[in-house]
């Protein structure tokens, strides 16, 4: 059984990388690798005293959001889990991180001879 405080699980995942973003009734956590965005995202509700504890449905669904099973999560919560550690799993199983991406060339502009 999963069941995490909320105040841990958002101090642990801004100590892990995640930058926080408040919108509304939730805040928003992405995670940013050498400075760039990775597409991995999750919230938190800044309802009231109901949503001070996540339990198990909360906390699965914010583990498969980025991108870890439960056990891991709590793990990363819980500081057993480094934030190096976390973002190399995350390579490990294929995500791309923070990796450059150049953009697209432009096909040069066509030089037809006019008759």
Known sequence: MAVLERDAVESALTAKGFQESAGGDHKYFKLMVDGRYTGITTKTSRGSAKYKTLGDDLVALMAKQVKLTTKEFCALVECTLSGAAYVDSLRMRGE???????????????RKKKP
């Open 96 to 110: 791309k991180l923070g990796a450059a991406q150049a953009a697209p060339t432009p096909d040069p502009p066509s």
